[in-house]
Structure formats: C-alpha cells, structure tokens
C-alpha cells in the first residue's frame, strides 16, 4: 500500500483545514486507516482511525477533529477545526489490513510522507 498525504499548510488559530490521504495498490475499503502527528521533540501521537467497523479520535482533538474515508476514492480525510498552536505539527496517514482501530503507531505497517501543519497564534 502506497499512501500519500496532503493539504498541510499555515493557518491562523481558530481557522480549519482538511488533510486528506490517498491509497493506492492493495483494497483499501479492507484497511484500517490512522492519522498521527508528530511535533519537533515529541514522540508520534495518536489522532484519529477508521475502517469499517467505525471511528476513533483522540481527547486532545475530540470535538474539533473529524475522520472520515472514500472507498471509492481511495482517500481518507482528516477535518481539522478550531485549530490550535498546539496542534502544530507533522501529520502521517497510517494503514494497516483489518478492523480494529490501534492507537500506537508501532500497530500499523504502512506510511505516508507526512505534511506539515502549522497553527499560529
């Protein structure tokens, strides 16, 4: 599975933005697909995961975050709102075959390249 990860960027505190990742190469309606991000000094954290049995968000952006996958297009979203300072950072589109919805990055077996967000204050 080749994933690609895009639309980061630069954004006021407050505002919102969507990332989004697309799939190719094996069946992703199969896969459990997990968004994570990392800021400089920090270990990769948890964000959010879906796949066919349902979804999962951190605390730290539950309310404010939305997961959401096209099967058709190959691509899951990440919509991110009332953006925060502490949100700064690199996310990674993850996935892994099955169901269950892991929340430790060592669970998932393929990665994007990351795309940076940026929230100023």
């Known amino acids: 599975v080749q994933l690609q990860a895009s639309g980061g960027g630069l954004v006021q505190a407050g505002g919102s933005l969507r990332l989004s990742c697309a799939a190719s190469g094996r069946t992703f309606s199969s896969y459990a697909m997990g968004w994570f991000r990392q800021a400089p000094g920090k270990e990769r954290e948890f964000v959010a995961a879906i796949s066919w049995s349902g979804s999962s968000t951190s605390d730290s952006v539950k309310g404010r975050f939305t997961i959401s996958r096209d099967n058709v297009k190959d691509t899951v979203y990440l919509q991110m709102n009332s953006l925060k300072p502490e949100d700064t950072a690199v996310y990674f589109c993850?996935?892994?075959?099955?169901?269950?919805?892991?929340?430790?990055?060592?669970?998932?077996?393929?990665w994007g390249q990351g795309t940076q967000l940026t929230v100023s204050s």
């Open positions: 993850a996935a892994r075959p099955g169901s269950y919805l892991f929340t430790h990055p060592k669970n998932y077996d393929y």
